[in-house]
């Protein structure tokens, strides 16, 4: 059983939106620190945004802020990631992850809870 599922991905046009959603698999999101990662092909996976447990803290990667939105809703049990402004190079599989932390964390060394991921695909 995969942890976390992740759902919304797809393929757009450069400059359209995609709307991703993270939900654990039984069991609740709790107090773990969750975070966004991608992996284009032929290359290396990378932080893209984290949240908090409380939603307090967040950090993301610098080429894409003002782009992407990372929340949280604790009642919901899910982590969205709203995308937008969509380029070409944001193509990639896009996995969200759990860390035991209270702060954000962007090393995926520390996360242990992923999930299988979802293909996001900007055309040109």
């Known amino acids: 059983q995969v942890p976390l599922v992740e759902s919304g991905g797809g393929l757009v046009q450069a400059g359209g939106s995609l709307r991703l959603s993270c939900a654990p698999s039984?069991?609740?999101?709790?107090?773990?620190?969750i975070g966004w990662f991608r992996q284009a092909p032929g290359k290396e996976r990378e932080f893209v945004a984290c949240?908090?447990?409380?939603?307090?803290?967040?950090s993301y990667k610098d080429s894409v802020k003002g782009r992407f939105t990372i929340s949280r809703d604790n009642t919901k049990n899910t982590v969205d990631l709203q995308m937008n402004d969509l380029k070409p190079e944001d193509t990639a599989v896009y996995y969200c992850?759990?860390?035991?932390?209270?702060?954000?964390?962007?090393?995926?060394?520390?996360?242990?809870?992923w999930g299988q991921g979802t293909q996001v695909t900007v055309s040109s």
């Open positions: 992850a759990g860390a035991p932390s209270y702060s954000t964390v962007e090393r995926s060394s520390a996360y242990d809870l």
């Open positions: 949240v908090t447990w409380n939603g307090r803290s967040i």
């Open positions: 039984g069991r609740t999101l709790g107090d773990y620190a």
